[in-house]
């Protein structure tokens, strides 16, 4: 079975096959003229509004994320605006580690809103999965992208980027999500 993946990231693709390459299920990239304009103010209206877009170029199952690094000594920044926090992924990890200075509070979570649309174009399942964690003082481990080096799991003594691709692929908050979408997709019958 296939089912399309709102996103123009192959890496993302990649690494939802991943997780499911135990399940009869590969995610594909949508097709031509998928140009979501990301304007919603939550995870859950972006991973919408992505979701959408993606059907209304495939007219098939579809499944959309929004995600990013929700940090609790920031207001939740930089939240839906992770991607574009700053101009390069060094840039941004730069900014959260400046803007972290002097702060007593690390407390951070990894979050990933999933939204399922069947091929009506109706919602059959938004989820948000959470990773819990904190921000550390500066970059450690290569693995990984984005605020992987500085955020330090919970109960662990490793960062994000310090797990192989096979751990992170166990408790990510992309994960998390995705293992309810699984659950849900074995429940229905998918032609």
């Not at 590969?26 to 304007?39: A, R, V």
């Not at 310090?162 to 309810?180: F, G």
Request: negative net charge; hydrophobic residues 35%; contains cysteine.
């Amino acid at each position: 079975m296939k089912i399309v993946l709102a996103s123009s990231n192959p890496h993302k693709v990649k690494e939802i096959n991943a997780i499911v390459e135990s399940e009869n299920i590969e995610f594909i990239l949508p097709p031509e003229g998928f140009d979501p304009e990301e304007n919603g103010t939550t995870f859950e209206e972006n991973s919408l509004i992505k979701a959408q877009a993606a059907w209304e170029v495939s007219k098939t199952w579809v499944l959309a994320d929004d995600s990013g690094l929700c940090i609790e000594a920031l207001n939740g920044a930089p939240g839906i605006h992770s991607a574009r926090y700053a101009d390069s992924p060094q840039e941004r990890i730069n900014r959260v580690l400046s803007e972290m200075e002097g702060k007593t509070n690390r407390k951070a979570e990894f979050k990933c809103c999933m939204t399922l649309l069947n091929p009506a174009g109706e919602v059959a399942l938004s989820y948000t999965g959470i990773c819990k964690g904190s921000i550390i003082n500066s970059q450690k481990g290569t693995n990984g992208f984005g605020y992987d080096p500085i955020f330090l799991l919970e109960n662990s003594s490793k960062t994000m980027a310090e797990l192989s691709e096979e751990e992170k692929n166990k408790v990510s908050h992309r994960s998390v999500a995705l293992q309810r979408v699984l659950a849900f997709l074995r429940t229905v019958t998918i032609s």
